[in-house]
């Protein structure tokens, strides 16, 4: 099955900084690549999402990238604000992976300090 | 807007209780999921029904069941707790698509403790 690796499992930047959240799949037939954000004492909630036949997709402050022969993604935040500290999880779905069952990664808790 | 809710934010069990984590949406979603949370773990899908009395075993269905007799509640059973179970539970919807990359819309979850 797809195993998702997600690093770092911490990161800490100032405010208006970028930041930069990686993550590597195993199943090279996976087709969407979701990223996910979960603030405190609230469940996940999607943020952006990249299909396989796309190698960025860029939505405000936040953008996604595809390496589909490498088998990674990326989530890029520029210019960082306090509200973006949350925990973020990066997904992928396999190629007929009916019923919509991801695999997650592990989560990084991202912290924007003043 | 889309609605996830759970019957409960926190709960403590003991060893052995027979336990029922509840999850109703409100956007007449076909598929429902139930995930735990644990640090360093991520998300890890338990088990997951696209229809109703439909249920399909996630990668981690040991000590688990689950019921779902109405589209719009899906329920968790762990029938004899164990403190091994002592996680963030964490229910979620979605409409199907032929990709199966529809946004899942989850509640805000369960920390079960069993002691």
């Known amino acids: 099955g797809e195993n998702v690796e997600q690093h770092p499992s911490t990161l800490s930047v100032q405010e208006g900084d970028s930041a930069v959240i990686k993550c590597t799949y195993s199943?090279?037939?996976?087709?969407?690549f979701p990223w996910y954000k979960q603030e405190l004492g609230k469940g996940p909630q999607l943020i952006i999402d990249i299909r396989s036949n796309v190698g960025e997709k860029k939505d405000q402050r936040i953008a996604v990238t595809l390496n589909k022969t490498a088998k990674h993604f990326s989530l890029h935040i520029t210019e960082t604000q306090p509200e973006d500290s949350a925990v973020y999880f990066c997904a992928a779905l396999p190629r007929g992976g009916g019923g919509n069952k991801l695999t997650f990664g592990t989560g990084t808790q991202l912290k924007v300090e003043l | 807007d889309v609605k996830v809710t759970q019957s409960s934010r926190y709960l403590v069990k003991r060893t052995g209780e027979k336990v029922f984590l509840e999850c109703v949406q409100d956007?007449?979603?076909?598929?429902m999921f139930w995930y735990r949370q644990d640090p360093g773990l991520g998300l890890r899908l338990i088990y997951f029904s696209y229809d109703v009395k439909m249920k399909e075993k996630g990668d981690i269905p040991e000590g688990y069941s689950v019921s779902r007799e109405k589209k719009e509640r899906f329920s968790l059973i762990l029938e004899s707790a164990s403190t091994n179970q002592t996680s963030m539970y964490l229910c979620a919807s979605s409409f199907p698509s032929a990709g199966g990359d529809n946004e899942q819309f989850f509640g805000p979850g369960t920390r079960l403790t069993v002691l």
């Open positions: 199943d090279s037939a996976s087709n969407y």
């Open positions: 956007m007449d979603h076909e598929n």
